[in-house]
């Protein structure tokens, strides 16, 4: 009789650790005359990330704080950010998942708001992401 040969040990690929900083643009439908891209930066640590945003009024001409979204970041780079802000008695909610990768990423997600009478909406967002560019180190290091 012959010995049927060991199976082949199949060794799982290591995951690349995600950190660091990514830029990118944010983009939701339109609610303003245009429909406005605004800078996006997302910063990665562990398996926390954060990003930050500027929010801008209803006709898109001054900005009038951040959006800041927190969440995490699977090993497999899933992402699942959310946030909630307030501006004038209207309360705004954010939720957004994607993937990312060392090079860059994308997520999508919804905005809702609701005012104090209890009226409200929702939009859906898009950001696509790149990594930061690293500065060169001063004095050749």
Same mark, same amino acid.
């Given at each position: ?23 990118? +643009? ?11 891209? !605004? ?6 640590? $562990? ?15 001054? !900005? ?8 995490? !970041? *699977?090993?497999? $780079? &899933?992402?699942?950010? +959310? ?26 997600? +919804? ?19 790149? *990594?930061?560019? &690293? ?7």
């Amino acid at each position: 009789m012959f010995s049927q040969p060991p199976q082949q040990r199949r060794c799982a690929q290591p995951q690349q650790t995600l950190k660091g900083s990514y830029c990118g +643009t944010f983009g939701c439908e339109k609610i303003t005359p245009d429909i406005l891209h !605004v800078p996006l930066d997302l910063t990665v640590r $562990g398996d926390a990330a954060r990003f930050a945003r500027p929010c801008f009024n209803l006709t898109g001409t001054r !900005v009038i704080g951040s959006e800041l979204a927190f969440g995490n !970041v *699977e090993p497999d $780079g &899933k992402l699942h950010l +959310t946030s909630e802000w307030y501006f004038r008695g209207v309360t705004l909610t954010g939720d957004y998942t994607g993937t990312l990768t060392p090079r860059g990423g994308t997520l999508s997600g +919804t905005q809702t708001w609701r005012g104090p009478d209890g009226a409200g909406g929702s939009r859906q967002c898009t950001v696509a992401l790149v *990594e930061t560019p &690293k500065a060169p180190r001063v004095g050749g290091e």
